[in-house]
């Protein structure tokens, strides 16, 4: 009865094997095959015939053999080894796949048991993520956990004006600034400790050009929440940074227009050679504001003078000039400029000067004075000098002012007085 149930379990393990849904195949220690299941047979499309005797090998690709007689060998020794190889099946089908060999004892023989585990659909998945990772629009590096690159997507080949190949082998003081590799190596142990870390750095493209970019470093975890690798990705800033400096530069500008602005001086222009056009037009609206307040300034200003020196025809053939506050040489040559244009104007027979509201006068202003009525009598009108208080009296004696010309106290005085002129 024993040998029965043992027969039976026997046979029981046989049928197992034999439908199990891995594709498995017994190899002796030469790498010959002995047996293998149902499922191995569909996969690699073979008769049960061809199953004894065939070498495992010559199922896959010539590329995979070295490797899969490493990996075999290592499995005699170490009971398990496994790699990844290109079944070929009998309909010429190539297939990615993963064969995992182990090692065992059957009445004191060795054999090796090989199970092949079909990974299509992880190799695609895998090349569709390294399509994506390449395609990428942000520039992206793969680093192992001491820094080193593994592998680069398109867009940093094309950031770097580099192949994907030559970045890859280049050390850092190749890409970035040498001031910059101890901040970047920081970051990269940083991202080895499970932080994220940023740092600003100037890369350098194989063309020699420079840029400025920010670097930044993110650890990777697989499954289980170990970091395995490092992503890096760089953000070329330099239009950035070049607005920044714009802007700041035009932000000072700015500054120094309202300081002058401030002191009244509209002369002052900002440049306009800047290369982002906002700026550039900010900077040109300033120039044309500068512009406007100089000539609102200057026709303030003839307005002011205007005002100041006022030649009024207070009746037909007589002029007045009165005259208030501090009388300097410039308002006083401004004076007779008025009073001599608007006699000429209008044939005045008459000019009257009135310096009632003349706090003080000196000997320049005395001078410019005399000359004012002197010139009076040279467009051959007659002048009159009014509104002479007794301390400019006083002065004018002192200073030595001799009066070739009529005085008198008040302004009206001074219109009675042209009145009679007129009148004879």
Known sequence: MAENKVLDEESYYKEFMRNVPVPICVIDEK?????????????????????????????????????????????????????????????DVHIPVILNFKMMKISGKKYVVASSADITEVDELRGYMKNIFYS???????????????????????????????????????????NDVDKIKDCVKNAKDGKECTVEATGTRGDGTTFDSIMSFAPLKNKHGKITNILLSVTDITKQKNRENELQKSTEDTMCMMEYIGSGDYS????????????????????????????????????????????????EKVVVMPLVGRLSSDRALDAMEAILNKLEEIKGKVGIVDITGVASIDTAVADNIIKTMESIKLVGAVPVLTGISAKTAGSLVRIGVKFDFATVSTLAEGLDYAIKILNN
């Open 31 to 91: 790498g010959k095959g002995l047996m293998a299941n149902d499922t191995f047979e569909k996969f690699y499309k073979m008769k049960k015939g061809d199953v004894r005797g065939f070498k495992v090998e010559n199922l896959y690709e010539k590329n995979d053999i070295s490797v899969i007689r490493k990996v075999f060998d290592e499995c005699k020794s170490k009971e398990n080894a496994s790699c990844k190889a290109t079944a070929i099946t009998g309909d």
């Open 268 to 315: 002052r222009r900002v440049s306009t050679d800047y290369e982002l056009p906002d700026v550039k037009l900010f900077a040109e609206t300033i120039n044309t504001v500068m512009d406007h307040l100089k000539r609102s300034d200057e026709e303030l200003q003839d307005l002011i003078k205007e005002l100041a020196t006022p030649a009024i025809e207070v009746m």
């Open 136 to 178: 990428m629009p942000v520039p992206t590096t793969l680093l192992d956990l001491e820094g080193k690159r593994i592998d680069t997507s398109v867009s940093m080949a094309s950031l770097f004006k580099r192949s994907r190949e030559e970045i890859i082998g280049l050390k850092a003081d190749e890409m970035y600034s040498k």
